[in-house]
């Protein structure tokens, strides 16, 4: 096994005990909703701090429901995941692109 591949099978088991261990520990058992986002837990240690608060704007576009605001930090998420591999891999192109060339001009007789 190479170098590269044990590094990459670390970093999955490591990626595997951060979203499995938290559930097989019973982590935020004690809560209602045990795995909230930031902003709920913010919103909750605000009011709990400050009853009387009141947020300076409101959201532009408020979901109907929960599953609909999942769906929509999916897509989100894809998105740029995809944005990301488009970048990596144009680079990775232009990089072997170079590699090549540079390659042919090398190999390439001196008389051309």
């Given at each position: 096994?190479?170098?590269?591949?044990?590094?990459?099978?670390?970093?999955?088991?490591?990626?595997?005990?951060?979203?499995?261990?938290?559930?097989?520990?019973?982590?935020?058992?004690?809560?209602?909703?045990?795995?909230?986002?930031?902003?709920?837990?913010?919103?909750?240690?605000?009011?709990?701090?400050?009853?009387?608060?009141?947020?300076?704007?409101?959201?532009?576009?408020?979901?109907?429901?929960?599953?609909?605001?999942?769906?929509?930090?999916?897509?989100?998420?894809?998105?740029?995941?995809?944005?990301?591999?488009?970048?990596?891999?144009?680079?990775?192109?232009?990089?072997?692109?170079?590699?090549?060339?540079?390659?042919?001009?090398?190999d390439a007789p001196e008389g051309d």
């Amino acid at each position: 096994m190479t170098r590269n591949a044990k590094i990459n099978t670390l970093l999955l088991l490591a990626v595997a005990a951060l979203a499995v261990l938290p559930l097989v520990l019973g982590l935020g058992d004690h809560k209602e909703e045990p795995f909230a986002g930031a902003d709920a837990e913010a919103e909750t240690a605000i009011t709990e701090i400050e009853p009387d608060y009141e947020p300076w704007f409101s959201p532009l576009y408020e979901p109907p429901s929960g599953e609909i605001e999942s769906a929509l930090f999916a897509v989100q998420a894809a998105l740029g995941a995809g944005v990301l591999a488009y970048y990596f891999g144009v680079r990775r192109g232009r990089r072997q692109g170079e590699e090549r060339a540079a390659a042919a001009l090398r190999d390439a007789p001196e008389g051309d």
